[in-house]
């Protein structure tokens, strides 16, 4: 077969908590977290080889209903080939993976924490990999003394850290190494966000990210790989599959002048069905006080959080009789302002409230 089709996917990370919102918000996303991966499971029906590329359970003791589900839908699909490279958070030995490799049928191959590679002859394909035997792994899994066939496909699943210099406690793989060992594909697991679909010399490897986000730290589009895999070229495309969107964004509000055009501008911003974080930045000339639960009480999306890190016009120049170091800044700052055009007074003035937050002992906040 010249071409095979695959899907690629890795850290699921099931059976993780999720502790960003009110109880029942975190059994919805707990729930379509579970969802989202079983639909990509639903999406293997036509795939000739589907790559696991590790930390699909959160950890190694994942409850066995998440196992079963895996395994069911691992069952309903006998002519696909299932691969699974264990991370670091749901290593080989692990009850788990113990349970998968127990019950999971033929077509479910978890790979041992010895490199090895196994050989579908029908698809002229050979899939190589290896599996975390524990949490940590300093020496890479990827022996180097079994080259590829170039008479097969070959494909690489495995959880690693890409570096060149081998020192990683994930284990560390180098790309010049795979890329010469032969592979035409390599599926990686580890890293939660997509990397690209990247390419060097003829092989072509990628992180997809995580397939639903479970935090500000996973923002933007998530999802797994699929396309068609040949020999020194591979045709993936990203399918963003999450069910919602972490969006974590600065809102200038200095040309906002009352409450409700703020308000306004927050509830335009939104989407229902995603999670957002806006801070605002800029000089505040709406009042003093910017009630952020307020604001996000008129904001109609799954969850908002709003933080104010804006700045107002402050009164520098009753300071300036100050006998102190306040006093000293104080003058420094007006005269500075007075010879400011308006863009450098905004940043006048806010470097001003971060020099007087440090003179009153305060925390500065956010850096913006
Ligand atoms: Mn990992």
């Known amino acids: 077969m010249d071409k095979i089709r695959i899907l690629h996917t890795a850290d699921m990370h099931l059976g993780a908590s999720v502790s960003n919102f009110d109880y029942e918000k975190n059994n919805i996303r707990?729930?379509?977290?579970?969802?989202?991966?079983?639909?990509?499971?639903?999406?293997?029906?036509d795939v000739d080889v589907v790559l696991?590329?590790?930390?699909?359970?959160?950890?190694?003791?994942?409850?066995?209903?998440?196992a079963e589900m895996i395994i069911q839908k691992v069952c309903n699909l006998k002519n696909v080939h299932f691969f699974l490279a264990c991370g670091n958070h749901d290593p080989y030995n692990s009850t788990i993976i113990r349970y998968i490799r127990k019950n999971a049928p033929d077509n479910f191959h978890v790979f041992t924490p010895d490199f090895q590679y196994i050989t579908l002859e029908q698809l002229g394909v050979r899939v190589y990999g290896a599996s975390f035997e524990s949490n940590y792994c300093e020496k890479s899994l990827v022996d180097v003394k079994i080259p590829c066939d170039s008479e097969y496909i070959n494909l690489l699943c495995i959880?690693?850290?890409?570096?060149?210099?081998?020192?990683?406690?994930?284990?560390?793989?180098?790309?010049?190494?795979?890329?010469?060992?032969g592979f035409d594909y390599a599926a990686l697991g580890h890293v939660?966000?997509?990397?690209?679909?990247?390419?060097?010399?003829t092989l072509t490897y990628a992180y997809p990210g995580?397939?639903?986000?479970?935090?500000?730290?996973?923002?933007?589009?998530?999802?797994?790989?699929?396309?068609?895999?040949?020999?020194?070229?591979?045709?993936?495309?990203?399918?963003?599959?999450?069910?919602?969107?972490?969006?974590d964004d600065y809102i200038d509000i200095s040309d906002i002048i009352t409450l409700s055009s703020l308000v306004r501008a927050v509830s335009e911003k939104v989407t229902d069905a995603n999670i957002f974080r806006y801070t605002f930045t800029g000089l505040n000339r709406i009042g003093a006080d910017i009630n952020c639960d307020f604001i996000s009480s008129y904001a109609n999306c799954f969850y908002i959080s709003l933080v104010d890190a804006?700045?107002?016009?402050?009164?520098?120049?009753?300071?300036?009789?100050?006998?102190?170091?306040?006093?000293?800044?104080?003058?420094?700052?007006?005269?500075?302002?007075?010879?400011?055009g308006p863009d450098e007074k905004k940043n006048i003035l806010k470097a001003g409230r971060m020099l007087f937050n440090i003179l009153e002992g305060k925390e500065d906040g956010v850096d913006y």
Do not use: W
Not at 30 to 45: H, N, S
């Open 159 to 181: 959880h690693c850290e890409l570096t060149e210099n081998g020192k990683s406690i994930y284990n560390p793989v180098s790309l010049s190494k795979i890329e010469l060992l």
């Open 192 to 201: 939660h966000s997509f990397s690209g679909i990247k390419r060097t010399g």
């Open 310 to 340: 804006s700045y107002i016009e402050e009164d520098f120049a009753s300071l300036c009789d100050d006998i102190s170091l306040k006093g000293l800044c104080a003058r420094e700052i007006v005269n500075k302002l007075e010879n400011a």
């Open 210 to 247: 995580v397939h639903e986000p479970n935090g500000f730290d996973e923002c933007g589009k998530k999802g797994y790989l699929s396309g068609f895999v040949s020999k020194g070229f591979a045709d993936l495309t990203f399918i963003n599959c999450a069910k919602r969107e972490y969006v």
């Open 52 to 66: 696991l590329a590790g930390d699909i359970f959160d950890s190694g003791n994942c409850s066995e209903r998440i």
């Open 30 to 45: 707990k729930i379509e977290i579970e969802q989202t991966a079983m639909l990509i499971f639903d999406k293997c029906t």
